[in-house]
């Protein structure tokens, strides 16, 4: 950990007037193991520490999760599409493995609001829920909260978080379904119901 | 009781073989699964995003939407440029302190439990356990003003109007 965490000390200590130079060559001299894929954004030293082999092994006995989705929903889509941007970044800075990130459909809303105390319609609205998806795989019990809590800090006013483990409905609710298909299959199902009576 | 005199005479029922209705319903059978067996192999399709959809009105009126290349004088590009460059020294330092950030805490816990290790073991098994209580959680984001006294809000429903595809 003191090892590489120096490795982020000389970045920020080389300052040359004013303009903060990163050398990517040395960090890629230091192991050669850091591919050009994981210098898209920075990563934390535990990160760099797997990619080097350096630092304290991690205990192979933690049990991990299998696959947990983080979905962020919100009324404003710029927001959303930030945040949810910003759980993707987090989730690979961090050294978690972000196996897929998607979103699925809005739902639109009218809401109403009635005259008091009558059912008279004062006004309506036309609101629309957004919805995104991260997915993360093999996530480690102990490193599960504290990722929870480093993107629950920074989430924005207007945004609902939900973090659950992955189910077959979430991948369900993604696709059009096949209204044949489901009619071929009740079909198939009938004859085998009509023959177990006979 | 009414007999029609000019039909003919019913046609006797053959008896067919139970064999062969088994036959045929193993046929029948055999078809669907069939047809079941090649609509899953296409590829299933996903459903379009609201969001993401351009809407028509303006992919129709794209050449009249369609700017014109503005010139800038070098000295307004280069107050741009040196903008930018201010813009991510400062996102550079807000992210690396982020880093530091989770450093400290994955060292914090790293020993926090290695210190558990050494107490006892069996705390540290305990510890270390998938926990689904925690999972799954829903948080929701800060909200711009305390709550407000005696607030009386308004009466109203939500009605789903998305597109359905069943």
Known sequence: ?198 | MVESYRAEPLKKKKRLDPQVIKAREERRKKKLEKQIRKLEKTAKQLKPLEELDVPVAIVDNYNERLRKEIKISPEEEESRWLLQKDWTRYMFKVNSAELRMIDRILASQHKALEELRNESEELYQAAIQLDFSYIPCQIKGPVETPPIKDFVAAEGDFHDISRKWE
């Not at chain 1, 903060?20 to 990563?43: C, D, M, P």
């Not at chain 1, 350096?54 to 049990?63: F, I, Q």
């Open chain 1, 1 to 198: 950990m003191q090892a590489t965490s120096g490795i982020i000390r000389n970045l920020l200590g080389r300052k040359s007037k004013g303009l903060l130079t990163v050398k990517i060559s040395e960090i890629k001299a230091l192991g050669g193991a850091v591919s050009t894929s994981n210098w898209r954004h920075f990563q934390s030293s535990a990160v760099l520490n797997e990619g080097l082999g350096l630092g304290e092994p991690t205990d192979p006995e933690v049990p991990l999760y299998d696959a947990i989705n983080i979905q962020v929903k919100g009324y404003d889509f710029a927001i959303l599409e930030k945040f949810a941007k910003y759980v993707h970044n987090t989730a690979d800075r961090v050294g978690l493995e972000v196996e897929d990130s998607w979103g699925t459909p809005c739902k639109n809303l009218k809401v109403t609001k009635l005259k008091p105390e009558s059912t008279s319609v004062e006004t309506d609205y036309l609101l629309s829920l957004y919805e995104r998806n991260v997915q993360i795989v093999n996530v480690s019990a102990s490193l599960l909260p504290i990722f929870v809590n480093i993107v629950e800090a920074s989430i924005p006013a207007g945004v609902t978080m939900r973090v659950h483990p992955h189910l077959p409905e979430h991948t369900e609710i993604r696709y059009v379904p096949d209204l044949q298909l489901k009619e071929l299959k009740t079909q198939l199902q009938d004859m085998r119901d009509s023959k177990e009576k006979k």
